[in-house]
């Protein structure tokens, strides 16, 4: 029996982990073009980044993060609910102590229940005013900001470590998967290799 040809499943299963690790490097490596024997070798990543930054863009502003969604979120009752008992001291702060400072006179008609009066059409109104508001201000506020450029220009300005290192931490386990994987299908190959060896010998 041929001992050297269990060698074979081990030299399958390095090349298998090899092919697919190189194969990950080559996702982020070289940063910059390299002409080699005549062919130009670039990172798939730094290569495709200006596309990358672009799609990433689209889908964040078409699909992630949509103004409608947020003014419909930030204009809802119960955030303005929430709000109440810090607005309620606010205005009780400023009937009480303010109204009092900036006009003496008129303070000294205004008791505790006219003040109460006075909070609850206040915090009525605002009920009404704040769920229109807040949708105004998010209409005018996409106007002015465009998410879409925002994003395609931050991910551009990237440097190609960084992206790498944004990449690898979301990914990490994945590539790892895919270099074991790699050995193990050598290993498998090369056990068939022996197997061919031996039905054919």
Same mark, same amino acid.
């Given at each position: 029996?041929?001992?050297?040809?269990?060698? +074979?499943?081990?030299?399958? =299963?390095? #090349?298998?982990?090899?092919?697919?690790?190189?194969?990950?490097?080559?996702? /982020?490596?070289?940063?910059?073009?390299?002409?080699?024997?005549?062919?130009?070798?670039?990172? #798939? /990543?730094?290569?495709?980044?200006?596309? /990358?930054?672009?799609?990433?863009?689209?889908?964040?502003?078409?699909?992630?993060?949509? /103004?409608?969604?947020?003014?419909?979120? #930030?204009?809802?009752?119960?955030?303005?609910?929430?709000?109440?008992?810090?607005?309620? =001291?606010?205005?009780?702060r400023f009937l009480k102590e303010k109204l009092k400072e900036s006009m003496p006179m008129i303070s000294m008609f205004i008791g505790e229940k006219t003040i109460n009066q006075l909070k609850s059409v206040f915090l009525e109104e605002?009920?009404?005013?704040?769920?229109?508001?807040?949708?105004?201000?998010?209409?005018?506020?996409?106007?002015?900001?465009?998410?879409?450029?925002?994003?395609?220009?931050?991910?551009?300005?990237?440097?190609?470590?960084?992206? @790498?290192? +944004?990449?690898?931490?979301?990914? =990490?386990? @994945?590539?790892?998967?895919?270099? #074991?994987?790699?050995?193990?299908?050598?290993?498998?190959?090369?056990?068939?290799?022996?197997?061919?060896?031996?039905?054919?010998?």
């Open positions: 029996m041929n001992y050297w040809l269990f060698l +074979i499943p081990l030299i399958s =299963a390095f #090349i298998g982990w090899f092919t697919n690790w190189i194969a990950i490097k080559m996702l /982020f490596h070289p940063r910059e073009p390299k002409r080699i024997l005549g062919i130009t070798i670039q990172g #798939i /990543f730094p290569k495709r980044q200006a596309q /990358f930054a672009e799609k990433l863009g689209k889908l964040v502003s078409d699909e992630l993060l949509s /103004f409608k969604d947020i003014a419909h979120k #930030i204009s809802n009752p119960e955030n303005l609910d929430q709000l109440l008992p810090f607005i309620d =001291a606010h205005i009780d605002l009920r009404d005013l704040f769920p229109t508001l807040m949708e105004q201000y998010m209409t005018r506020l996409q106007d002015q900001l465009d998410l879409e450029k925002i994003v395609v220009e931050k991910v551009k300005g990237f440097s190609s470590d960084k992206l @790498e290192d +944004i990449l690898q931490n979301i990914m =990490a386990r @994945e590539f790892r998967f895919v270099e #074991i994987i790699g050995g193990v299908l050598g290993f498998l190959i090369g056990l068939v290799q022996i197997a061919i060896t031996y039905l054919t010998a």
